[in-house]
């Protein structure tokens, strides 16, 4: 079946890295997302890795997938109190008609 | 930035009355959308959009829902008779084509209170 898998809840120290890692079920996945939901908003879109890559870096961001295992990871560096929001991993299949499967989101508060 | 635009941003209605939510979409973007999330779980799939049908919709889109594109820029989602279990957070989405093919660019989003 399809499903997406993350832990609820990260507290991180301002300055440190935050790590978020989600598992997913599918296999045939194509795309691998990280959607962030502050409080009140949408979904604002992160980043986003393909399959077939190990590693994507934007910024302070850093995307590990290992596909065997099928664990997706976000890194973010320097944490700030900007980066408290919800953090959703999702995965889509291009022969699937593309629609997004998401997991639960991990809440992550940033400690002073 | 072309953004998806969500109207309105909370909606009160009372059960069994008929909503109208609706979404314009990025403009050059051919595919649609529409995503819901009920308070504290997970985001979940309702339909999806293309040339003017329905390509896929989820157990949830029953008959009691609907989606139309009435012109080349808003996109609608109707729910005939509203009960308390639709209260939630719709997200309308759509996307291009290209080498972005399967990103899909969320709304705001419209908060829908069934009372």
């Known amino acids: 079946g399809e499903d997406v898998e993350q832990s609820l809840f990260l507290s991180v120290r301002e300055g440190d890295s935050s790590v978020i890692n989600c598992t997913y079920t599918?296999?045939?996945?194509?795309?691998l997302y990280w959607y962030k939901q502050e409080p009140g908003a949408g979904l604002q879109l992160l980043t986003y890795i393909f399959s077939n890559m190990d590693m994507k870096q934007d910024q302070r961001l850093t995307v590990l997938l290992n596909k065997k295992d099928k664990h997706l990871s976000l890194r973010i560096a320097d944490t700030q109190t900007g980066d408290s929001a919800i953090y959703f991993c999702a995965e889509s299949r291009r022969n699937r008609d593309d629609k997004i499967i998401f997991g639960k989101g991990t809440r992550l508060h940033i400690l002073p | 930035e072309p953004e998806v635009t969500q109207t309105p941003s909370h909606q009160v209605t009372q059960m069994g009355q008929e909503v109208i939510l609706r979404c314009v979409p990025i403009s050059n973007h051919l595919y649609f959308y529409w995503y819901r999330q009920i308070l504290g779980q997970k985001v979940e799939f309702l339909v999806s959009f293309y040339n003017n049908e329905i390509s896929e919709k989820s157990e949830i889109f029953d008959d009691q829902f609907s989606v139309e594109r009435p012109d080349g820029s808003n996109f609608t989602l109707k729910i005939r008779s509203t009960k308390l279990e639709d209260s939630a957070m719709y997200f309308c989405?759509?996307?291009?084509?290209?080498?972005?093919?399967?990103?899909?660019?969320f709304g705001a989003g419209t908060r829908l209170s069934v009372l």
């Open positions: 989405a759509s996307r291009g084509g290209g080498l972005a093919k399967n990103i899909q660019y």
């Open positions: 599918d296999s045939s996945s194509t795309y």
